[in-house]
């Protein structure tokens, strides 16, 4: 659990100065700039090369926290992270940095009944214990994560066909510029970052120079993933 969190930590970095931006009003409505699905995708197909079983999920989450309260619930926004048989949730996106009134978290999210930062973390799979949570009397800085039975494509699609998964207008600047083949490069380079084989990029670049690093590097990922996804032996 503990090599996982650090594998995990340094991929977030790697993650979040990719896709992470200040909140901002996007498509007519308040947007945190987590770009939760990407990340999601990432997180993914990095922890089945690490051997997890794990698997995606879409719901929502709260932040509860003095002098503020982020939400999708009863919104038509929803957020996206991934489980393992044992961990749930694992987030890489969820990052309160351009919100400096609001108390921080030190790291990735890696499963409930754990303290990340101030914030205790809760995981519901049911409305009614999600809205409990809710409502009751928080003693505390905490988060809450409800997951939804939404479908999510399989592996092998998503590898192909990401776009099925990513929110319609997302990402589509990378879509159009360099197909599906952009976010398995993402991926092999977070993958390569993580088990130590190359540098990484995060407090070295910006996005935009990071992002033409990848693009100019790990050649053929796409199918190079789908072989060996297809030979790992998930734990």
Known sequence: MKNLTNALAIAKRELNLLYTEAPAMRNGRMDEGWHCREHAFHTYFLLRLLGEDARLEIG?????????????????????????????????????????????????????????GPYTIHYFRDVAGFESWLDGSLAEPSIGFLATSAPVPDAATLLDHPEQFFLPGTQDGLLRQSGPEIFCRITMHVYKVVQGHVPSLAEKRDARSAFQHIRSHYQSSRPKLHRMLANILVK
């Open 60 to 116: 929502h989450f709260a932040i509860c926290a003095p002098n503020t309260g982020i939400t999708t619930y009863e919104t038509d926004s929803s957020h996206a992270w991934c489980v393992t048989p044992k961990i749930a949730p694992i987030d890489l996106s969820m990052e309160l940095f351009y919100r400096p009134n609001v108390p921080q978290l030190c790291g990735p999210i890696v499963g409930s009944g754990t303290q990340n």
